[in-house]
Nanobody, 127 residues
């Protein structure tokens, strides 16, 4: 099973940018789908983006489309570039991975679809 660690969160002003990283260890991500989720207190965890490692196809929630970009490098890292951040983007962001999932570009990933999760990183957008 893969272990995941997120980093890159922090406090940023509206309109600013952050780049979240998801580092994997213990297993290769070559055959995994990797998703980014976010959660605010009292609400369900929301699927934000997903990437299929095999072909690079992606999914984005409508709320982040055009502002967020998911990518990966040739190592074991997946990234979420977040531009033009808004106060409503404030949340704890989690990355998740699964060896059997293929993300649908037209549907959000589900929490139950992923077997491995990171501990989360806080993103706060405030002036």
């Amino acid at each position: 099973q893969v272990q995941l660690v997120e980093s890159g969160g922090g406090l940023v002003q509206p309109g600013g940018s952050l780049r979240l990283s998801c580092a994997a260890s213990g297993s290769t991500l070559d055959y995994h789908a990797v998703g980014w989720f976010r959660q605010v207190p009292g609400k369900e965890r929301e699927g934000v983006s997903c990437i299929n490692i095999s072909d690079g196809s992606t999914y984005y929630a409508d709320s982040v489309k055009g502002r967020f970009t998911i990518s990966r490098d040739n190592a074991k890292n997946t990234y979420l570039q977040m531009n033009n951040l808004k106060p409503e983007d404030t949340a704890v962001y989690y990355c998740a991975a699964d060896p059997d999932l293929y993300c649908d570009s037209g549907s959000p990933p589900g929490v139950g679809d992923f077997g491995s999760w990171g501990q989360g990183t806080q993103v706060t957008v405030s002036s």
